[in-house]
C-alpha cells in the first residue's frame, strides 16, 4: 500500500522555525517529484514548495521563498520541508504528495499534478 506520512507539525510563535518530514511506505521515492502543499481554514491549497526526482529543480511559493527550504533523503525514503521565520499567515494544515513525472528534472506546485498524498499535518503561528 503506497502511504505517506507527515509530521513535525505544532505550535511555534512567530519567528520560529518548524521542520516537517514525509516519509514514504509502499513505494520508492527515488523516482517522484515531491511536493508540499497548505490549506487554512476558509481558503483554498496553495503549493508551497516541490523539489524534481532529481533533485535538481526546487520551486517555491512566493509567499515562502527565502525562509521555507525542502529536501529529499531517498536512503531514508523521506522528503523533508524547512521552515523558518514563521509567520501567522503561514498557519494551516501542510501536506506532502508525489508524483512519477516523465521528465526528471521537473516538478510543479500544482496540487491536480500529483497522485499520492499525506493526511496533513497542523502548523499553527501564533503568539
Known amino acids: 500500500q503506497l502511504q505517506l506520512v507527515e509530521s513535525g ?3 511555534v510563535q512567530p519567528g520560529g522555525s ?3 518530514s514525509c516519509a514514504a511506505s509502499g513505494f ?3 523516482y517522484y517529484a515531491i511536493g508540499w502543499f497548505r ?3 476558509g481558503k483554498e491549497r496553495e503549493g508551497v514548495s516541490c ?3 532529481s533533485g535538481g529543480t526546487t520551486i517555491y511559493a512566493d509567499s515562502v521563498k527565502g525562509r521555507f527550504t525542502i529536501s529529499r533523503d531517498n536512503a531514508k525514503n523521506t522528503m523533508y520541508l ?3 521565520s514563521l509567520k501567522p499567515e503561514d498557519t494551516a494544515v501542510y501536506y506532502c504528495a508525489a508524483v512519477m513525472h516523465p521528465n526528471p528534472a521537473i516538478c ?3 496540487g491536480r499534478s500529483y497522485d499520492y498524498w499525506g493526511q496533513g499535518t497542523q502548523v499553527t503561528v501564533s503568539s
Open 9 to 11: 507539525g505544532g505550535l
Open 28 to 30: 520508492t521515492l527515488n
Open 18 to 20: 518548524l521542520r516537517l
Open 51 to 53: 523539489i524534481s526526482a
Open 108 to 110: 510543479l506546485i500544482e
Open 82 to 84: 524547512q521552515m523558518n
Open 39 to 41: 490549506q487554512a481554514p
